[in-house]
């Protein structure tokens, strides 16, 4: 080949992307695209402040994120343009289960391996991603249930009726499909208890202070809050609140609450809400383990689950909340 050609070849050649325009120094950090649901709980802030801390430059990244909205179609959007980039990993927190096989089969057609973190996906083919971390959102269920029989055996109530007001996060999330579950499970176990209504609070506070005041001009009664995050609990809370109605106390409304969040763990403390599930949304270092996997040739676990506990008012100390990390 002339020598002519040669250079135009290496000329051409350094023009490709992903390595034009990077001084030396950045060519070795891992570049990630990270597909975040949004800002809608302390959780889910709580969530990002971990994964920006743990993909940072210092630790060997270039992390490009995208913050959804919590609207899918924005998370198809960025995955297509972190795709284009020419990322070496993506990262995805889905807002929903479904949706995911397209956009995923071009991820693995540019053979970009992709992380899910926190809530599943519902694919045909599992190969479509590479690992997912997260909770067991049935068995964060399971928990508030199993304390509730207990509270209501050690009150003597085990088989009064029980009145129950559902608040129910983004339909279609894991955590929403989960947490539901347990509660149906037990409304089939205990024929005494009645679910009195389902609120759509999408896991914020707004929309749930919306709905609980537009529930509470009912007047129906309830005994029982299912309330499927911390921050739909604290709308609930002020719409009681504003109607005069007591919650947490003997013989009041019981508020079951997940994700156990700083500021429920206060309210728990102070005896407004009854339970905090843990719902832990640390998954940072967890991911960035993930990816070191992955860029050394390893196959890291499929599936890796994180331990969780749940805290009733008997529990909490001003220790255990000034010492939690979220
Ligand atoms: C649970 C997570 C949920 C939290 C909510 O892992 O998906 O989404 O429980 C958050 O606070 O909005
Ligand atoms: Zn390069």
């Not at 490709?16 to 060519?27: D, H, K, Q």
């Not at 179609?73 to 397209?102: C, H, K």
């Not at 106390?249 to 156990?260: K, R, T």
Request: include cysteine.
């Amino acid at each position: 080949m002339k020598k002519a050609g040669l250079c135009l070849l290496l000329s051409l050649l350094l023009l490709l992307p992903g390595c034009a325009g990077r001084g030396p120094e950045e060519e070795h950090l891992i570049r990630v695209g990270f597909s975040q649901v949004g800002s809608e709980s302390d959780w889910r802030i709580a969530n990002t402040a971990s994964m920006v801390a743990a993909l940072s430059e210092a630790n060997g990244y270039e992390l490009l994120f995208d913050n959804a909205k919590q609207r899918q179609e924005n998370q198809l959007l960025a995955i297509r343009n972190f795709i284009q980039q020419d990322v070496d990993y993506i990262v995805l927190a889905p807002i929903t289960e479904s949706g995911w096989d397209d956009v995923l089969q071009e991820a693995k057609n540019n053979h970009i391996p992709v992380i899910i973190v926190d809530r599943r996906i519902d694919v045909a083919d599992e190969s479509l991603y590479t690992s997912w971390v997260g909770s067991d959102f049935l068995a964060e269920g399971r928990r508030a249930v199993r304390w509730l029989e207990a509270q209501l055996e050690a009150q003597g109530r085990a088989e009064e009726k029980l009145r129950i007001l559902h608040i129910q996060g983004t339909y279609g999330a894991t955590a929403q499909l989960q947490r539901t579950r347990a509660l149906t499970e037990a409304l089939a176990a205990h024929p005494n208890w009645e679910l009195v209504a389902q609120l759509p609070g999408e896991y914020t506070e707004a929309k749930s202070y919306e709905l609980m005041r537009e529930f509470l001009q009912s007047g129906q009664e309830i005994d029982v809050i299912y309330s499927e995050n911390d921050n739909m609990s604290f709308g609930a809370v002020r719409a009681l609140e504003e109607a005069g109605i007591p919650c947490g106390g003997e013989g009041e409304i019981m508020i079951l609450s997940f994700d156990a969040v700083r500021r429920a763990l206060e309210l728990c403390r102070d005896g407004k809400l009854s339970l905090c599930v843990e719902c832990n949304p640390l998954h940072g270092p967890r991911v960035a383990s993930l990816l070191q996997e992955l860029a050394r040739g390893g196959a890291p676990a499929k599936l890796t689950f994180v331990d969780e506990l749940a805290f009733d008012r008997a529990m909490l100390t001003d220790e255990i909340i000034r010492d939690r990390e979220y």
